[in-house]
């Protein structure tokens, strides 16, 4: 693991060096691994997971879901057996549960343990502990939790579970998968159909692996095109293998480094496509990148593919905003693309971008305008001047904590005129272990500074 306890940074460059090429499977899906052991957890008998993404985030999850009674045994590389204690059966645990660097982990685990009779602690590090919480606590109040946390409620937080949950309807005011995530997690053990209505449809793995467990879960369209996803409390939920995709947010940057760097042509395999994450995908397309989508087939329910990318001139393009939900992680890596396109590319309806593990519309605004790109933050907007040529690069940039925002500038160093160091790669190891070894695997000149 790696070391991002402690205070000492650890500084990376990247370089352009030549062109990108070979055929590598990026790590497991975070969204589906933080799933897959939550799921299995409150299963019968044991889920059988392959492909976990063994990054920090979810490696807190595996923790907590131990200290909260499940059985979990690591058999092999992301081979996980979860011995699960039945819908209603977590346990309150004795310490506090540390949910690193999570946002995910943390809101969906305290929806989990709100429809629980059982007292649970949560805590973070320094950028979760930042984050809103409020946005989980205000309808988990409804389900009969209650919470003491800080200001905005947010973490250290208490949990104080539900005696008797109860079902809501709660239309989402933001949108975001995790809220919907953690009011049906708290709906698993109310006795009754709760609802959450989405205005804009989020990413729906909770969906689709509840289903995949035995869970009835229906979505209905409203007169006014909201989506109203209902589960049915009290499943009994059945353990079932879980073959987790590779993660198409992880596949983003080598993608987005073989799109921008001259010559390249890389494959990536297994790669999930999940409609409601593809959105960069959609994007990069119609800034004119080369990709194909290849040996398309489906895993648990997700389709998959093996994803070719070459290298080719991009062009700027307005994002329409709705697009958003699914590529929201994707927009450091776009903006970076962005940078290297011909032509200016506009993004809007960013809000959210402002309150992920770090700020991210601030960060990726100064550390373009730092490596000497064009750019315009608005409060929820921004807009990339590409360079259309290598941009200057040559500039240190701070990553807050915020592993995307690191990832992403390594890219850009390796399309750049001069290299582009980042002040810290520790958070890397959260989302993406290993991302050095396998850019570099692939060509890239990413070292370590000092
Ligand atoms: C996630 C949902 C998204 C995303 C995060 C993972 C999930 O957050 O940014 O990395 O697994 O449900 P929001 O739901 O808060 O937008």
């Known amino acids: ?57 979810v490696l807190h999850t595996a923790a907590a879901m131990r200290a909260l009674g499940a059985g979990l045994e690591r058999g092999g590389n992301g081979v996980w057996r979860v011995q699960g204690v039945g819908v209603g059966g977590l346990l309150e645990p004795a310490q506090v549960l540390d949910m690193g660097n999570s946002g995910t982990a943390a809101r969906l685990l305290i929806g989990l343990v709100a429809g629980h009779p059982i007292t649970t602690f949560f805590t973070g590090d320094a950028s979760l502990n930042r984050r ?26 208490a949990v104080i579970g539900a005696e008797r949950a109860v079902p809501i309807v709660y239309r989402l005011p933001v949108a975001s998968a995790q809220v919907k995530s953690a009011i049906l997690f708290a709906g698993l053990n109310a006795a009754g159909t709760t609802t959450v209505i989405e205005p804009e ?11 995949h467990f035995g869970a009835r879960v229906t979505v209905e369209r409203q007169a006014d095109g909201a989506l109203a996803v209902s589960l049915d409390g009290q499943p009994e939920l059945t353990a079932r293998p879980v073959a987790v995709p590779a993660d198409p947010s992880s596949a983003a940057f080598p993608a987005v480094a073989a799109a921008i760097r001259p010559g390249s042509e890389i494959t990536l395999t297994g790669v999930g496509l999940n409609p409601r994450r593809t959105g960069l995908y959609q994007t990069l397309v119609e800034m004119g990148a080369d990709i194909t989508f290849e040996n398309r087939r489906e895993q648990a329910g997700e389709p998959v593919a093996d994803l070719r990318v070459r290298a080719s001139e991009l062009r ?70 590409g360079t259309g040529a290598p941009p200057p ?43 050095v070894g396998l850019i570099n695997g692939l060509g890239g000149g990413i070292e370590a500074v000092g």
């Open 132 to 157: 809103p919480m409020a946005r989980v606590i205000t309808p988990l109040e409804r389900v009969g939790a209650s919470f003491v946390g800080r200001s905005g409620g947010r973490l250290p937080l």
């Open 393 to 435: 690069g040559g500039a240190t940039v701070a990553t807050a904590m915020d592993h995307r925002i690191a990832m992403s500038f390594l890219v850009l160093g390796l399309a750049s005129s001069a290299p582009v160091t980042i002040d810290d790669g520790r958070f890397i190891d959260t989302s993406f272990p290993g991302f």
């Open 201 to 211: 449809p989020t990413r729906d793995h909770s969906e689709l692996m509840l289903r």
């Open 316 to 385: 700027g393009v307005e994002v329409p905003p709705e697009r958003a939900p699914s590529m929201i992680d994707e927009y450091p890596v776009l903006a970076v693309a962005a940078a290297c396109a011909h032509g200016t590319t506009v993004m809007r309806g960013l809000a959210e971008l402002r309150v992920k593990e770090s700020d991210r519309l601030a960060m990726i605004a100064d550390g373009l305008a730092a490596c000497g790109v064009a750019v315009e933050a608005g409060p929820d907007s921004l807009v990339v001047y």
């Open 1 to 57: 693991m790696a070391d991002t306890g402690s205070d000492v940074l650890k500084p990376l460059r990247s370089a352009a060096s030549g062109p990108l090429s070979g055929r590598v499977r990026v790590p497991g899906d975070k969204s589906i691994s933080h799933r897959a052991l939550m799921l299995g957890a409150v299963a019968i008998g044991t889920t059988e997971i392959e492909g976990l993404l063994e990054g920090e985030d």
